[in-house]
């Protein structure tokens, strides 16, 4: 039992911290126990290393460590993705020679496949780089989503790329470009998530997850077979019919299996790592599946719950935009370019730090927003404040199927941007 429980709770903390690391910061989770236990390790825990590590060496070793973990998370580097790959190669190289002659002609042939199928998706996620914003495709980009003058408002300009930012773009400062339909930096992956390898994510993802059930699977049914030989004996020794398990309390069930896993350890250590982390791949898959189910990445997940917040605090306002606003002779194209989506919506949502409604032919609120040139503007009446999330429209939202559609459709800029 020893060598079993060693290796369980060394994969169960591995799973924890990553899932932790993972999670711990989504809006969701951030003010729960998954919060909580990512601010004592990520927070609290290394305030507490750094004043000890002043009193013993003056902060060098801190400081040392925090230029390391700065460049683990903050620069493009293959560290993680050769970390994420050895690993996954690795087991596989350990578990499927091991297993291959055990296993019958049918679950060969899958095994082989779903190993094959992952590398695909993460060579493919890896190496696009379609979704990052150019001069040349542009203008391809502002024509794919309407502004909803809720997070994405015309008119904003990345100052780094020097263009107007289309709407669910977002600049990454480790990619150096301005991503399109921005979810994520993903560092197991060294490179940036948008609409031209979201899907590829995806597919990884889902691949994984089904390799890690699937491998699960095999390993219970290879070591039960161990089990059932070696263990499942009659009174003469004969083999007996019975399950291996019948009679045996607890402690022996669990002894049993240890012996399983340490005589074909190859097989039972990769089992296990897969039975433990599958969760975290499939918790993973879920959370962007429940993404796409509310026309969400995760860049705008974090900025609609920044809007909730402020809402509660009074700080947002909500009006309609009136055919004066955005007339077809006043409206510059390339800042507004017209887009042909499913739904429209005629909100307007302005946020003030002082609390106030806008005003003023050009009314800028405390946090810097300009407000279009109108003389209707300057009628405070015309905003009432928002009081829930739930009055305001999701324009990218367009029902499960089409967001899947959206979500899962890689755009083929090589032709496209040229048609722009």
């Not at 391809?140 to 994405?152: G, I, K």
């Not at 994520?184 to 597919?203: D, S």
């Not at 049914?221 to 089990?227: G, H, K, M, Q």
Request: charge should be positive.
């Amino acid at each position: 039992m020893g060598p079993l429980k060693s290796i369980a709770i060394g994969v169960l903390i591995i799973s924890t911290i990553t899932f932790v690391a993972l999670f711990g910061r989504l809006p969701a989770l951030r003010k729960g126990p998954v919060g909580l236990l990512h601010r004592l390790i990520w927070n609290n825990l290394p305030v507490a290393l750094y004043n000890l590590d002043r009193f013993l060496s003056g902060g060098r070793i801190t400081s040392s460590i925090q230029r390391f973990g700065y460049y683990l998370m903050n620069e493009n580097h293959p560290l993680i993705l050769i970390f994420f790959l050895l690993m996954l190669l690795g087991s596989q190289l350990l578990f499927v020679p091991s297993s291959f002659s055990r296993l019958p002609a049918f679950h060969r042939v899958i095994v082989v496949t779903l190993c094959i199928i992952p590398h695909i998706f993460i060579y493919k996620a890896v190496t696009s780089t379609s979704s990052y914003i150019t001069a040349e495709n542009h203008s391809y980009w502002m024509q794919q989503y309407p502004y909803d003058y809720v997070l994405f408002q015309p008119g904003k300009f990345c100052p780094t790329c020097q263009f107007p930012k289309p709407a669910r773009s977002k600049h990454c400062s480790i990619c150096k470009a301005c991503v399109a339909k921005h979810d994520h930096h993903c560092i197991w992956v060294m490179n940036c998530l948008g609409k031209a390898n979201y899907a590829y994510f995806i597919g990884m993802l889902f691949s994984i997850a089904i390799l890690l059930s699937y491998g699960g699977y095999l390993t219970h049914r290879i070591l039960t077979e161990t089990l059932q030989r070696d263990f499942a004996r009659g009174p003469q020794g004969m083999q007996s019919k019975l399950r291996w398990s019948v009679g045996k309390s607890w402690s022996q069930y669990f002894d049993g299996w240890a012996w399983a896993v340490s005589r074909d350890i190859s097989i039972g250590g990769v089992g296990m790592l897969a039975v433990m982390t599958a969760p975290l791949a499939w918790g993973l898959f879920l959370y962007h599946v429940q993404l796409i189910r509310i026309g969400m990445t995760t860049n705008e997940r974090s900025k609609w719950e920044d809007l909730r917040d402020d809402i509660a605090d009074g700080l947002v306002f909500k009006s309609e935009r009136r055919p004066d606003d955005h007339t077809n002779s006043q409206r510059d194209l390339r800042i507004e370019p017209l887009v042909d989506w499913p739904i429209s919506t005629n909100q307007w949502l302005v946020r003030c730090d002082d609390g106030q409604p806008p005003d003023g032919l050009l009314g800028s609120c405390e946090n810097g927003e300009t407000l279009p040139s109108t003389d209707n503007l300057s009628e405070r009446s015309r905003w009432t404040r928002l009081h829930d999330l739930h009055d305001v429209d999701n324009l990218y939202n367009l029902g499960f199927w089409d967001n899947s559609t959206d979500a899962m459709t890689v755009p083929n800029l090589s032709k496209s941007w040229r048609l722009c």
